[in-house]
C-alpha cells in the first residue's frame, strides 16, 4: 500500500485500516510515539503548529476505535454518494444564517447530514474510549466534528484516493484516540518531538 497507486476500493479500507492500525502499535509513525499502552501522539494543527496528547488504550481497544472511525468514515461516503455535496456543507457552516458562533454553526451543519448510523458510531467510539462524563463527552462531540468537517471536505474531492482515505481515517483515529487524553502540547518532550526544542 505505500505507493498509493491503487483506488481504495482496489485496496479495500480494510486494509487501510490494518496499515494505520500496524503503524499505531509498532511506532512507525513519526507523529506517535507508544510506551507499552502509552501513546504520545503529535498532530499537525497548523504551520508550525502542533496539538500533542498522551494516551492510554490497550491494543484491542486501538483495534476497536480504529474499525469505529473506518465504520464512520465508510457512513459520511455514502452520504456523499447519496448527494450531500461541498457546496451543501459550506453553506450550512457560513455566517448567511445570522449565526456567529462557530461551534453553533458547525453543530448545525453536522445535523444537515448526520444520521442515526453516524450517531451510533459516535456512540460506540465514546464507549470505546472510555468517556463517561457527559460534560467531556459533549466538549469531545464539538471537537470530533470540527475534525469530521476537515475530514468530509478532504474526502468529498475523491472518496477513492487511497493517499486521502488514508489520511482521513488516520485523523479520526487520531481524534477519537484524543477524546480520553491528557493535553502535553506544551511539554518540552513534545515540543522536542515537534522539533520546536
Same mark, same amino acid.
Given at each position: 500500500m505505500n505507493d498509493f497507486d491503487a483506488t481504495t476500493s482496489e485496496?479495500? =479500507?480494510? +486494509?487501510?485500516r490494518d496499515e494505520i492500525v500496524n503503524m499505531i502499535l509498532e511506532d512507525k509513525e513519526g507523529a506517535i510515539r507508544r510506551n507499552g499502552d502509552v501513546y504520545d501522539v503529535r498532530i499537525a494543527a497548523g504551520p508550525y503548529t502542533y496539538t500533542c496528547f498522551r494516551c492510554s488504550y490497550p491494543e484491542k481497544k486501538i483495534k476497536r476505535i480504529s474499525s469505529l472511525c473506518? #465504520? %464512520?468514515t465508510e457512513e459520511l461516503r455514502k452520504i456523499h454518494e447519496n448527494g450531500y455535496t461541498k457546496e *451543501?456543507?459550506? %453553506?450550512?457552516? &457560513?455566517?448567511? *444564517?445570522?449565526?456567529? &458562533? +462557530? @461551534?453553533?454553526?458547525?453543530? %448545525?451543519?453536522?445535523? +444537515? /447530514? &448526520?444520521? #442515526?448510523? *453516524?450517531e451510533d458510531i459516535f456512540d460506540k467510539i465514546v464507549k470505546a474510549v472510555g468517556l463517561k462524563n457527559k460534560q467531556d463527552i459533549l466538549i469531545e462531540k464539538l471537537r /470530533?466534528?470540527?475534525? =469530521?468537517f476537515v475530514v468530509f471536505n478532504y474526502l468529498m474531492e475523491d472518496f477513492e @484516493?487511497? %493517499?486521502?482515505? /488514508?489520511?482521513? *481515517? #488516520?485523523?479520526?483515529? /487520531?481524534l477519537a484516540m484524543r477524546?480520553? &487524553?491528557? @493535553? +502535553?502540547?506544551?511539554?518540552d518532550e513534545m515540543r522536542k518531538i515537534a522539533g520546536l526544542l
Open positions: 485496496v479495500g =479500507v480494510e +486494509t487501510i473506518c #465504520e %464512520y *451543501l456543507l459550506e %453553506y450550512a457552516r &457560513s455566517e448567511d *444564517l445570522g449565526v456567529e &458562533s +462557530t @461551534d453553533i454553526r458547525n453543530l %448545525y451543519a453536522y445535523e +444537515t /447530514f &448526520s444520521t #442515526e448510523h *453516524l /470530533f466534528i470540527q475534525g =469530521v @484516493d487511497q %493517499y486521502k482515505y /488514508f489520511s482521513a *481515517l #488516520e485523523m479520526l483515529i /487520531f477524546m480520553n &487524553s491528557e @493535553d +502535553t502540547s506544551e511539554s
